[in-house]
């Protein structure tokens, strides 16, 4: 393919166009996050309701000039309000809550927006009239260019400008400023801090709605906006420094650029090179291009900490009679229930591998999907393409989420608290985001289908007894090493990074191994779950996949060590049983249902439990 | 002989200057005491000193070796120990654990994996924590002791690794009068069991005067005075740091 100027030129636009959305979404989460310092997962449902709500006002309006924009910037308006709303009513309750919760929080809200969403829209792809006015095409050098993307170009500089005049020119801009370096200093100010967060969340799901309003002319509509928005804004936000504008604008311009050239030159990889770019800002920049280093943590991941004892002897004897259950329930219980079994155990061992860096490393993990994802499709691809079988499969599958972990811990362990959170989120976004778009490959999403097992293992009952044995010695494996002094070590640089330094204790080298164990027991539960499945999809490397792991800790408790399985259990049971009887309500109700959860019991199920107990 | 000379060291932190062109020597065995008033720079001082800071520049001799540059694990190995001015210890883990843990540390590298923490250096810890008087609390969590008791663990952490230097930032704060000195006459009598130096900050002054072989005086980031307790107290200088003029020390 020859590239003439006018194929350069067009390119550039478009990447011109693309930074300035991705910079308005970007620039919402991230002020979002500079004064409230909380990761709204939620992000991407109001960019989602921006642009439904656009479709539908710019139908309703007379198709004029004035209708047109005017259905835009009435549907951001509006939007804006219903974030005001969901952060008072659910929000509000939880700012001093650790902040997983919080984002449990958001994920539940997230769950809530899709499902009213598609109660309000349906499900069928919406398609927005065009900009009156702005239908025609440029001619540039034998290229034509759509006259809209001009609008949407000029949107991000405005933006910009217009968030600097209210940063640096307005009373409420000053607050917010302020906020973000210090959040006790508003108190100081005499602000009603109340009113302030209201302000600043209407501000930034304004800026997202309003994105996605302004997209509806060039892009198709569609219940995947909110998740597939995310990645990208994600990775703008952490390239750009988190709580920075000015850095979202330059990350967004490069990311933007970086995606309409990367798609010229290797259209399949825009998101490795991407993902490349954003490597390479976080070696050399680890709080992004113009972010700040965290201040002193404000919080822990927990309320309270207490010491980690091995079991008492009613303890062990109960777990040891749960043991003896699970070895003999396949000559109770039929082919369907051993089919249950199997998935919570695959789902205890997966958040178990997540408890390991995050309950005891305290290292705030939400992109666990990653490894879990990687899994799957390393079992699938290596039976697939190289026939291997079964174990062996199941070995290659631990190995690749080792590897992939020792990179992306990589940059991990230079990063705590939020960051972190965001920078793994940012790399699990990542392979979601390959698995769909290499198609050749993955098979996009259908996924890779047709998996068969081993003769030894096809069975039922005989691939229930491997996955039990699997588990059984992994969990065991994660007990040992938290009894262990590298266990200890990790809880250490858990309550205090300064002080195990000072001690002589190698920080980053044990989380980094741990993140490694961790994502390699990750992996071999994706890679069970897909022998299981007879499938890798994209599902599973997806945010939902993530925040899976993180229910179930929450719901068996983070402090506890058996709080994984506890928690699989019982999310398990919720989750089958609100989608066999609710039908499509069923994202509602657990949307719901985390919400009232995490609002009511920040501890979690085992962890209400010990604490009761330890009174 | 001196065992740390602390040469020309400067610090800025964005515009702030904490730290410009401090010198000062500390001998074997002494108690020195670095005061000055709030934001002197003192902990600053210490954070460069034991490494968590790299300072702009000049250079840290400790018995021989250059210490800027090494990050706060290698000074470790290089036997200096540190208590924070916020005791940080570690609140999930008893106090025996605590101790074992800091026994455990070697450095570089991984802690081992193969057996339980309970099977290393229990023994030891326990005589650690008899050192300073707090084996009796040894299996109750950390995060229950009281705040007295918590400054003491924290020198039985910083003691495992034998150090040749202890570092202690504001030991006494938030103490009574009685635990002061008790921990103070714990503090000298290790020092003259273990032949180990300690450089202390402190806010009282009745504590520096009573224990501190020497002392020296950081003001705006720089060290306007040094000598014993008497000569310090006469210093027109220091008195017009802390107080402006017109008062004293005697109060
Ligand atoms: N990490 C930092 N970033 C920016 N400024 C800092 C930092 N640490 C210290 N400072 C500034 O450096 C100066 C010296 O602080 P330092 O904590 O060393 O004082 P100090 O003598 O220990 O005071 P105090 O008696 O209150 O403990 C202060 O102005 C402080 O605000
Ligand atoms: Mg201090």
């Known amino acids: 393919m020859s590239l003439g100027i006018g194929d350069v030129l067009v390119q550039l636009l478009n990447g011109l166009s693309y930074s300035s959305f991705l910079f308005l979404v970007a620039a919402g989460l991230s002020v979002i996050f500079g004064v409230t310092r909380i990761i709204n997962l939620a992000h991407g449902s109001f960019y989602m309701l921006g642009a439904y709500l656009a479709v539908s006002l710019t139908t309703l309006f007379p198709p004029t000039v004035i209708g047109f924009w005017g259905g835009i910037v009435c549907a951001a308006l509006v939007i804006g309000l219903v974030g005001v709303l969901v952060e008072t009513l659910v929000l509000r309750r939880i700012y001093e809550a650790p902040e997983l919760v919080q984002l449990l929080a958001t994920f539940g809200i997230l769950l809530v927006i899709q499902n009213v969403t598609l109660k309000i829209w349906g499900t069928e792809e919406l398609f927005a009239p065009r900009a009156p006015g702005l239908t025609g095409s440029l001619r540039l050098f034998g290229r034509s260019f759509p006259e809209y993307h001009l609008v949407l170009i000029l949107m991000g500089p405005v933006v910009l400008g217009l968030l600097w005049l209210l940063s640096y020119r307005t009373r409420w801009g000053v607050l917010i400023r302020a906020a973000t370096q210090d959040r006790d200093m508003v108190g100081a ?77 290797f259209p399949k990889i825009t998101l490795v090179l991407m993902s490349l770019v954003m490597a390479v800002v976080l070696v050399f920049r680890p709080y992004g291009l113009l972010g700040k280093p965290e201040g002193a943590a404000r919080k822990g991941i927990l309320a309270i900490e207490l010491p980690i004892k091995p079991g008492s002897l009613s303890f062990n004897v109960f777990w040891l009679g749960v043991l003896v259950v699970l070895l003999v329930a396949p000559m109770v219980v ?56 079964t174990l062996t499969s199941l070995t290659i599958a631990a190995f690749a989420a080792v590897v992939a972990a020792a990179i992306f811990g990589w940059f991990c362990i230079r990063l705590s608290g939020i960051y972190l959170a965001m920078l793994t989120l940012a790399f699990a976004q990542i392979m979601w985001s390959i698995a769909l778009q290499w ?32 588990c059984f010695i992994a969990v065991l494996i994660m007990r040992h090493l938290v009894f262990a002094p590298f266990g200890y070590a990790l809880r250490a640089a858990r309550d205090s ?55 179930v800790i929450l719901i068996g408790g983070v402090q506890t060590l058996v709080g994984p399985i506890v928690g699989a259990a019982a999310y398990f049971g919720v989750k089958t049983e609100i989608m066999r009887y609710l039908g499509d309500s069923w994202q509602l109700v657990l949307g719901l249902t985390i919400i009232l959860l995490v609002v009511l019991f920040p501890q979690g199920i085992a962890g209400f439990v010990k604490q009761r107990a330890a009174r | 002989m001196s065992l740390l000379q602390v040469r ?126 707090m084996h009796i609390q040894a299996d109750r969590p950390a995060s229950i ?29 938030g103490m009574a009068p009685k635990e002061r000195h008790e921990l103070m006459q714990l503090t000298c009598n290790l020092v003259k069991q273990r032949g180990m130096s ?21 003001s705006g980031g720089t060290i306007i005075a040094a000598g014993d307790a008497q000569s310090i107290r006469n210093d027109p200088a220091v008195q017009e740091a802390y107080f402006g003029t017109g008062k004293t020390f005697e109060i």
Request: hydrophobic fraction near 50%; proline fraction near 3%.
């Open chain 1, 189 to 265: 100010l005499g602000v009603n801090d109340r009113v302030l967060f209201q302000v600043v969340f209407f501000l930034g799901t304004m800026l997202a709605a309003f994105a996605g309003a302004l997209r509806i002319p060039v892009d198709t509509i569609n219940l995947q906006m909110d998740l597939s928005v995310l990645t990208e804004t994600f990775v703008v936000v952490v390239v750009g420094g988190m709580g920075s504008v000015l850095g979202a604008y330059l990350a967004a311009l490069l990311i933007g650029l970086l995606h309409a050239f990367g798609i010229m030159i």
């Open chain 2, 8 to 133: 020309n060291i400067s610090k800025t932190f964005g515009g702030v200057q904490a730290l410009r062109g401090v010198n000062f020597s500390l001998d074997e065995g002494q108690l020195l005491a670095l005061i000055g008033p709030n934001g002197a720079g003192k902990s600053t001082c210490f954070n460069v000193l034991n490494g968590q800071l790299r300072p702009d520049s000049g250079n840290i001799i400790l018995a021989g070796r250059e210490l800027v540059g090494l990050n706060a694990r290698q000074i470790w190995q290089h036997g200096v120990g540190r208590t924070f001015q916020v005791a940080a210890v570690y609140g999930s883990m008893t106090v025996v654990e605590n101790v074992q843990l800091a026994l455990l540390s070697k450095g570089r590298g991984l802690l081992p994996v193969r057996r339980s923490t309970s099977h290393y250096f229990r023994s030891e810890a326990l005589n650690l924590l008899e050192g300073v008087g």
């Open chain 1, 334 to 389: 039929g082919s369907y229930l051993q089919t249950v079994l199997i998935e919570i155990l695959i789902l205890a061992l997966y958040a178990a591998s997540l408890h390991f860096v995050l309950g005891i490393g305290g290292l705030p993990s939400l992109g666990h999907a990653a490894y879990f994802g990687l899994g799957a499709y390393a079992v699938a691809l290596a039976t697939s393409l190289l026939g291997v079988p």
């Open chain 2, 145 to 173: 002791l009281a705040y007295g008791d918590v400054k003491r663990l924290e020198i039985a952490m910083a003691l495992a690794n034998k150090p040749k230097l202890l570092l202690m930032d504001e030991p006494t704060a």
């Open chain 1, 439 to 470: 198609v050749d490959l993955t098979g996009g999403d259908n996924g890779i289908l047709g998996l068969y097992r081993s003769p030894a293992f096809a069975s039922i009952t005989a691939y229930y007894y491997l996955v039990l044995s699997i």
């Open chain 1, 497 to 551: 990074v300064l002080r195990t330094e000072a001690l002589g204790i190698d920080v980053r080298l044990h989380r980094w191994i741990a993140l490694i164990i961790s994502g390699g027991f990750g992996g071999l539960a994706g890679g069970l779950q897909a022998l299981q499945k007879g499938g890798a999809f994209p599902d599973g490397l997806s945010v939902s996949q993530s925040i899976d792991a993180l229910v």
């Open chain 2, 198 to 218: 300690v450089l202390f900050t402190e806010h009282s002054m009745d504590v520096v005067f009573s224990y501190a072989d020497r002392l020296i005086v950081l």
